[in-house]
């Protein structure tokens, strides 16, 4: 996926920070890249199936395997997309790396927070704690309207073990979402067990919640491959076709 914008504010930003400025790479195929925050592991097979389910409906390419990354490593700004699941408190990481962080997204990145428990707000605890790092007014939530919930599905919310009561905590700079705390579990909603079945059910809405958690798992990546480019209501018809 070619992100010349994400090259050009990175290289902006190193400007600024006094640093060498990465660009995003491994720009044939999407991977999935997990931020090693304890719990990486306990959904690290969800995502490559997530990917299959993309492949399918998109004509997006994803690795076989999502990997699981330091997020100190340079590799970081490799992926377009990274990936922390959780559950209670935010990591208790050095602020150095939430400012790295924060650079990422400035960067042109954007990181899914999501909790392993639905509801049990990791994802949110993380976007404050990214937040302190950003302009304060870069804390926002979705509405039903916002370009995630239509970049190739409709739905109204975020949804996958769980479905999102209200709308989703977000991180916004100059329009464009550059986090967001879902604690629906999406991972949970697609993960298969050693036989081949799933491993967690999905409440209160059985298999069409399912469906749903992979539909918004599609929004997902093609949100943050392409930002805003479904926000005019060009390609509603098309969208109101494909969702049939």
Same mark, same amino acid.
């Given at each position: 996926?070619?992100?010349?914008? #994400?090259?050009?504010?990175?290289?902006?930003? %190193?400007?600024? !920070?006094?640093?060498?400025? $990465?660009? #995003?790479?491994?720009?044939?195929?999407?991977?999935?890249?997990?931020?090693?925050?304890?719990?990486?592991?306990?959904? &690290?097979?969800?995502?490559?199936?997530?990917? !299959?389910? /993309?492949?399918?409906?998109?004509?997006?390419?994803?690795?076989?395997?999502?990997?699981? /990354?330091?997020?100190?490593?340079?590799?970081?700004?490799? *992926?377009?997309?990274?990936? @922390?699941?959780?559950?209670?408190?935010?990591?208790?990481?050095?602020?150095?790396?939430?400012?790295?962080?924060? &650079?990422?997204?400035?960067? %042109?990145?954007? /990181?899914? #927070?999501?909790?392993?428990?639905?509801?049990?707000? $990791?994802?949110?605890? @993380?976007?404050?704690?990214?937040?302190?790092?950003?302009?304060?007014?870069?804390?926002?939530?979705?509405?039903?309207? &916002?370009?995630? $919930?239509?970049?190739? *599905? +409709?739905?109204?919310?975020?949804?996958?073990?769980?479905?999102?009561?209200?709308?989703?905590?977000?991180?916004?700079?100059?329009?464009?979402?550059?986090?967001?705390?879902?604690?629906?579990?999406?991972?949970?909603?697609?993960?298969?067990?050693? $036989?081949?079945?799933?491993?967690?059910? @999905?409440?209160?809405?059985?298999?069409?919640?399912?469906? &749903?958690?992979?539909?918004?798992?599609?929004?997902?990546?093609? *949100?943050?491959? @392409?930002?805003? *480019?479904?926000?005019?209501?060009?390609? /509603?018809?098309? +969208?109101?076709?494909?969702?049939?």
């Amino acid at each position: 996926m070619q992100r010349r914008r #994400f090259i050009k504010a990175m290289t902006l930003a %190193g400007l600024v !920070l006094g640093r060498p400025a $990465f660009a #995003f790479g491994r720009a044939s195929q999407l991977t999935f890249a997990l931020l090693d925050a304890g719990d990486a592991a306990a959904r &690290h097979k969800a995502w490559a199936r997530l990917g !299959l389910e /993309i492949e399918a409906r998109t004509s997006i390419k994803v690795s076989s395997e999502a990997l699981i /990354i330091d997020p100190d490593a340079s590799e970081l700004f490799d *992926y377009p997309l990274v990936v @922390c699941v959780g559950q209670g408190e935010a990591p208790d990481w050095p602020e150095q790396r939430w400012k790295r962080l924060a &650079h990422y997204v400035r960067s %042109g990145g954007m /990181i899914y #927070f999501d909790s392993l428990v639905p509801g049990d707000q $990791f994802g949110e605890r @993380c976007l404050e704690r990214l937040a302190r790092q950003l302009p304060s007014d870069a804390a926002t939530q979705t509405t039903k309207e &916002h370009v995630l $919930f239509r970049s190739f *599905y +409709l739905l109204k919310s975020a949804v996958g073990r769980g479905v999102a009561e209200s709308q989703t905590p977000i991180l916004e700079l100059d329009g464009r979402m550059v986090a967001l705390g879902a604690d629906v579990d999406l991972g949970g909603a697609v993960l298969r067990d050693e $036989f081949g079945a799933w491993s967690f059910s @999905c409440d209160p809405g059985g298999e069409d919640q399912r469906e &749903h958690a992979v539909r918004f798992g599609v929004n997902l990546v093609m *949100y943050a491959l @392409c930002t805003d *480019y479904k926000a005019d209501q060009v390609h /509603i018809p098309f +969208l109101l076709k494909r969702r049939q």
